[in-house]
């Protein structure tokens, strides 16, 4: 049975890329692809397989949609971009951009797949509501929690704008943020490359405040 709905799921993978993609499942940790193959990370059974799938999905539409190579050579990509040209970017701000990077990337590939493959939304939809609508989530949004004017709080905030819950005056910048990514108009970025200006972008106005 397990085998069984393994290979169900990993067919999602196929479907969305066109290939026969390796499809790894681990029962925890993360879920990731590099470009050429997948690992589900996540339990499949009961209620856990529609957010599976929506992993699935997710992951594959990373192969299908996201480039690569901008990411093997991201430092020169984010230079690219009018980053701190003059000098070396600190490893720990390269990274930050990359977290607002993914972040971003998430949304515009998710809605590619979301908008053009109306059966698939349901899986969508299941993986939204396990992973960024979560109970301890919505409590710390409802609470005022992470009010500080700190990057990991911005950070909590900007990976949670998905939610419901979130709030946009809760630091100082986040409608600027909030209104920079425009969610709603997230099909206005093209490619990864257009994913990454904004979040070069949201990194410039994280560092200068």
Request: glycine content about 6%; charged content about 25%; some cysteine.
């Amino acid at each position: 049975k397990l085998a069984a709905t393994q290979r169900a799921i990993a067919n999602f993978v196929t479907i969305v890329t066109g290939k026969q993609i390796p499809v790894e499942f681990q029962s925890g940790g993360d879920s990731y692809t590099d470009g050429n193959s997948v690992v589900i990370g996540t339990k499949l059974e009961g209620k856990d397989f529609d957010p599976a799938v929506g992993l699935a999905l997710h992951e594959g539409s990373h192969i299908a949609f996201t480039d690569f190579d901008l990411l093997r050579n991201f430092t020169t990509n984010v230079r690219m971009h009018g980053v701190d040209p003059d000098f070396d970017l600190p490893y720990e701000h390269e990274q930050t951009i990359k977290s607002l990077l993914n972040w971003v990337e998430d949304r515009r590939i998710d809605y590619i797949i979301y908008k053009n493959a109306p059966g698939y939304r349901m899986y969508y939809e299941s993986m939204y509501e396990k992973y960024f609508n979560d109970r301890a989530i919505d409590k710390a949004l409802r609470e005022g929690r992470k009010h500080e004017e700190t990057l990991d709080d911005y950070l909590f905030h900007i990976i949670n704008f998905t939610n419901p819950n979130r709030n946009l005056q809760q630091l100082e910048m986040l409608q600027e943020i909030w209104d920079l990514i425009d969610l709603r108009n997230i099909d206005r970025l093209k490619n990864s490359q257009a994913a990454l200006v904004v979040a070069c972008d949201i990194y410039k106005k994280l560092k200068s405040h």
